[in-house]
């Protein structure tokens, strides 16, 4: 898959994709990531990709010529067509599913917005989707992109080390959409705090009945939302609810 990141600071992306375990799937382009820069299609002397808004206000506007000529720019190097996806406070919240989307589609071409934002009429006439991390603003789309890209390349096959990793991920609905249990090292007593007996025991169905209680007692405690959505989906045994019911 190809994905086409319009941004201003390309240099941001640099580390990101050479970093971590996740750049095996850039390196390999199982997740093709390519960087264009909107002030190489701007005019003038300057370079300029940003105006005053009409109506006054403050704060400066992405210019929508610029734009326009770095999408026709990125269509032109595709062989096949893409969405083009504004990250944006009034879009989709980036989840597990959406991100599962992507990881099976052929990519897409991310929008990095800057200043107050882009001419709307560019957004009218070229952006498919919006998509927002959540309540909050960003200097920028660059961290969002970031985020899109790590969370779909970490879902390719051999880019993680186990292959099993993502399924007992949080959120996972393949799993049950709960949230993940808690995870303990060496050594087996940390500042005086042992790791959990049960762990240490050998006994694998006790260790995985003991995983999937500290799974619902945490999800109950911090996002009861899931664990409704949990249950409507038939993802909860009798044993589950029992646990549950002593847990209230």
């Known amino acids: 898959m190809r994905f ?3 941004t201003l600071f390309p240099e941001l992306f640099a580390p990101f994709l050479t970093s971590g375990i996740t750049r095996r799937a850039y390196e390999s382009k199982q997740v093709d990531v390519q960087l264009t820069n909107p002030r190489d299609f701007a005019a003038g002397t300057y370079r300029r990709v940003d105006d005053r808004p009409f109506g006054g206000g403050p704060g400066m506007v992405m210019m929508a010529q610029p734009l326009a000529q770095s999408l026709s720019h990125i269509r032109s190097q595709r062989a096949e067509k893409a969405p083009v996806v504004l990250f944006s406070p009034i879009g989709r919240v980036l989840d597990h ?3 599962q989307e992507f990881s099976s589609g052929t990519g897409a071409v991310l929008l990095c917005g800057r200043y107050e934002g882009l001419d709307q009429r560019f957004i ?3 952006v498919d989707m919006q998509v927002s ?6 200097s920028g789309g660059e961290i969002a992109a ?3 890209l790590d969370a779909v390349a970490r879902l390719q096959p051999g880019v993680l080390s186990d292959p099993e990793s993502h399924h007992q991920d949080s959120f996972n609905p393949a799993l049950d959409g709960l949230l993940d249990c808690p995870h303990y090292t060496r050594p087996e007593s940390w500042d005086g705090v042992p790791v959990p007996a049960v762990l240490l025991s050998g006994h694998h169905v006790n260790i995985e009945r003991w995983r999937r209680e500290q799974r619902l007692a945490l999800t109950l405690r911090h996002r009861p939302d899931l664990l409704a959505l949990a249950r409507a989906a038939g993802a909860l045994s009798k044993r589950d609810e029992r646990f549950l019911d002593g847990c209230s």
């Open 97 to 99: 599913g959406l991100v």
């Open 146 to 148: 970031m985020a899109l």
């Open 124 to 126: 009218d006439a070229h």
């Open 4 to 6: 086409d990141v319009v």
């Open 133 to 138: 991390l959540g309540d909050f603003v960003l």
